[in-house]
């Protein structure tokens, strides 16, 4: 079974704080994303990595940045938090498949609020 | 660019009732099309998948090209049922990699 976790399920930061959101996956996958999914909005990428140190920008990538440094986890930092970062934060794996077998895996969710 | 669209934001039926939750996508390509599942305080999992057409706990979808939709149908709702159902479509990037693009999802509720 392919497991994905996140460092915190429910995480308070103040204004200005510098935040990390971790995830591991165990499954050796390529592929990893961060979203963060907000009601009535869906769920929205915000960055992903294909592999070990490379990265790139997803839908909506301001005030994030990311850090792969191992294949296994992948970080997702807020340098500045802010109040509209109040959000819950998906982190998923996926291994590049052929047509028809491709799945992402999510982790848990971290609930992050900053007051 | 991609989009997948789902136009409603919660489905109330009662038990028992037949269950439609509509997707549309617009692709000019082949989409490879999905539904993700994320009951209460439960992860987001893979419900099913278009090109395997298959029927999950009851619930099945059929890709229609020429409406461009990919609706998730089930004859007979049960409580168990209600959950949140995000539609997705795989999108491959000029880089030779893939990303899922999400709609904004429907939250289902199965009342007794």
């Known amino acids: 079974d392919v497991k994905v976790t996140q460092s915190s399920r429910y995480l308070v930061k103040r204004t200005g704080e510098k935040v990390f959101l971790e995830c591991v996956q165990d499954?050796?996958?390529?592929?990893m994303f961060w979203y963060r999914q907000d009601p009535g909005l869906g769920l929205r990428l915000i960055y992903f990595s294909y592999d070990v140190k490379m990265k790139e920008k997803g839908d909506i990538p301001e005030g994030y940045s990311v850090s792969r440094e191992k294949k296994e986890r992948f970080s997702l930092i807020l340098e500045s938090a802010s109040t509209n970062q109040t959000s819950m934060y998906l982190c998923?794996?996926?291994?590049?498949?052929?047509?028809?077998?491709?799945?992402?895996?999510f982790g848990p969710g971290t609930r992050l609020t900053v007051t | 660019a991609q989009r997948v669209t789902q136009p409603e934001k919660l489905l109330s039926v009662f038990k028992g009732a037949p269950v439609e939750l509509k997707c549309n996508y617009s692709y000019s390509g082949s989409p490879e099309l999905f539904w993700y599942v994320q009951y209460s305080r439960q992860r987001l999992q893979l419900l099913l998948r278009h090109i395997s057409r298959e029927s999950i706990k009851g619930f099945t979808a059929d890709l229609n090209k020429g409406e461009t939709s990919f609706h998730l149908k089930k004859p007979f709702a049960q409580e168990e049922d209600s959950a949140m159902y995000y539609c997705a479509n795989l999108s491959p990037l000029n880089t030779g990699f893939q990303k899922l693009v999400f709609g904004t999802g429907t939250r289902l509720l199965v009342s007794p």
């Open positions: 499954m050796d996958h390529e592929n």
């Open positions: 998923a794996s996926a291994i590049w498949a052929s047509r028809g077998l491709y799945e992402q895996y």
